[in-house]
């Protein structure tokens, strides 16, 4: 085994711009229900077959009129108006509004003809079939027009739109049962590492379960991908080609392990002998030995082999190709201000990912070191000190990104 | 029907803490695998059975030595060792380091026993089997102890605690396969009105398809519930009576529809008479007719009729206490400030939820009509104006909670 040290390292900036050239958004689509489709990437543009609502309906409880039998009305000069008709909501009038009538309608119910306005329940008095009304109406009062919601032709969600739950209300109230949208990334998720032995199976000497396969997919459900975990690949160069090759029916390739430099350059070799290295190595701390390749189109990320450097690379590179990837777009990750508990010197030249908790409103380092990793299950966030700062002062504010 | 204006409103947070206090964490758990586990809840304390790593290692490519052997070491005089076995990781080492010898040891190998240090590659030379060490390091320097990322006997995860990527990473590592978490809360999403049809089914005068149960469906799911849509209710307190008994097999009762008085009304019958009202009618903008409620301990939340009323208030007062359910705790929703677009008016004593989008960084209110599911879609957040705040100033900074 020779170990050669890597080579400059790139700045997190270029080293993104790369990963997310390389990363494509996926074009495949299925069709899901709408309850499957809280969360998906819209496929198509939806334009309304139907108007919403497809016929004028009263916006309010109470009587249907003609809006000039009630002008004048008052709290001591009710205009009087003959109850022709009840109506409830679902049911349409048979009985057309002729002056000085009125039919009563809850809401939701078809205008019935002749009525251009619905007078509120409660600004009236009902005596048999005498209905009081105590305050006047103006035309296309509490009644909702045909279309106001959707009109007929419109087209109402855009390809490309994440799928909320208003956004399923569109497609509900135009009648979809189905809606077609972006299939989800298959990423293969390849640990590698001698040392390493799945969940389940016996410790034997100097062995340890692997984690990162666990934490990669569970970053990787979480921003939209579906992983799938393959058998630890053995470390030979063969072994790493086939087992390449193997993932390249996944749209996205993730090498987890290969933490030492010897394991690195075999991983870095099978790369180069099968497709292109983009870079081996990013100025991230934890994170350096990052690898980014394309192989016959799909791009190919090496992280890490140390939990925490795996893990703060999977938020910070992975998480933002995948999302491109799913169509996801950014990850609005929730934050928050806080003054930091103490001083906190960080490595010049490096994109520092700093896992932080909170305790009484203040930041605090949780970083344990690269191997570990509680330092990220200990945090509640994490923190980025750009390469260009060295220092965060005690009480110095900072941007909290929560998990 | 008789028409019976609704009582006096109960302010929200009055509102809010009988919802609250009627919602109940589930305590019912399930057994699910590490790659299910994701943002699940945890439902056992996690304590570890073995040391992470179960022994010391390599933190660092390099050479294994007994520190003291290489103080003294600079550029210009190395301390020259014996290299005497090389190991990869996942090996163990046959020999012992004696003094002034060393072996060869990659990341996350375990240390040999005698050494006490691991030399960087980067700070050696190899010249056959002499290793030239041109930098003195200290006793544990690169080498990581046994346990030091958790130690046997600890405890590092709790009950409750949400399981994001690096707390399965920690499960991973103590090699759990599955995990005990708490089962979803599942809700019974009960549709009702005459005028309502299922999207699919052909439209008839008068009728609209029904919305808000696939609204509330993805609110639920993306909430932490399992959502289960019944089929439509018929409009009598009978048929009211049967679902509301054949829902009681759920955690959680959501009445969606009745808008109009006069079906409200007898949803509240037959609430009252199968359990207790808490309250009926709540003072916020959409959203008043809402109905809370409970039945043989069952939460009951009787949503709006109107698609934006329901939604807004399926955001304010039904995902808290399915949070709550659940035990996902606060949903930390993105945020962002902004200034308004232009003066907006609201109605004092109702907390109103105003939907908006961003327009050029200012805050553009989208409010249609409740009635209006499009006031939600094309929304990419709301602002929450106070019920003792009339109106916001053009220019005013406000908080944008995002979708």
């Known amino acids: 085994m020779v170990m050669k040290p890597m ?3 790139l700045d997190l900036e270029a080293g993104m711009r790369i990963v997310m050239d390389a990363a494509r958004p996926i074009e495949r689509t299925e069709q899901v ?3 499957e489709a809280v969360g998906r990437v819209l496929a198509e543009e939806v334009c309304a077959s139907m108007d919403v609502p497809p016929f004028a309906r009263a916006a309010m409880d109470g009587y249907a009129v003609r809006a000039e039998d009630t002008f004048g009305a008052g709290n001591f000069s009710p205009r009087i108006l003959e109850l022709i008709e009840v109506i409830h909501a679902g049911e349409s009038a048979r009985l057309s509004v002729r002056p000085a009538a009125c039919i009563q309608v809850a809401t939701g119910a078809p205008m019935p003809d002749g009525a251009d306005a619905v007078v509120m329940v409660e600004d009236t008095e009902l005596d048999r079939t005498n209905v009081m009304v105590y305050k006047p109406v103006y035309p296309q009062q509490h009644a909702s027009p045909m279309g106001e919601d959707i009109k007929s032709g419109s087209c109402v969600l855009q390809r490309g739109m994440r799928l909320d739950p208003s956004k399923i209300g569109v497609l509900a109230a135009l009648g979809f049962q189905k809606v077609t949208v972006y299939q989800k990334p298959a990423v293969a998720v390849i640990p590698s590492g001698n040392e390493i032995l ?7 000497p100097g062995r340890i379960y ?3 396969s666990y934490t990669l997919s569970a970053l990787i459900s979480e921003n939209g991908g579906l992983p799938q975990i393959f ?3 053995k470390d030979t160069l063969e072994a790493a080609i086939s087992t390449i090759r193997e993932a390249l029916t996944y749209d996205l390739i993730v090498l987890s392990g290969g933490s030492s430099v010897g394991e690195r350059d075999m ?8 497709g292109e290295i983009k870079f081996h190595g990013i100025a991230v701390k934890p994170g350096k030995p990052t690898l980014c390749g394309v192989v016959e189109g799909h791009l190919l990320i090496g992280m890490p082999g140390y939990p925490t450097s795996c893990l703060t690379n999977g938020y910070g590179i992975l998480a933002p190709a995948l999302r491109k990837m799913s169509r996801l777009g950014e990850r609005a990750l929730a934050s928050l201000k806080a003054p930091m508990v103490r001083r906190y010197t960080s490595t010049i ?3 520092q990912y700093l896992p932080v908790r909170l305790d009484g409103g203040e930041v605090v380092p949780v970083f344990k070191e690269s191997g570990a990793i509680t330092s990220m299950a200990d945090a509640e966030g994490y923190i980025e000190i750009p ?13 909290v990104l929560l998990f």
Do not use: W
């Open 33 to 35: 229900t709408l309850l």
């Open 198 to 204: 799945m969940p389940g199976e016996a410790l034997s």
């Open 231 to 233: 058998p630890i690949m």
């Open 349 to 351: 030249g490096r994109h």
């Open 7 to 9: 080579k400059a390292l």
């Open 210 to 212: 692997d984690i990162n």
């Open 387 to 399: 390469a260009n700062v060295d220092l965060l002062e005690k009480g110095e504010v900072v941007e």
């Open 267 to 274: 991983m870095v070799e099978a790369v180069e002998r099968m």
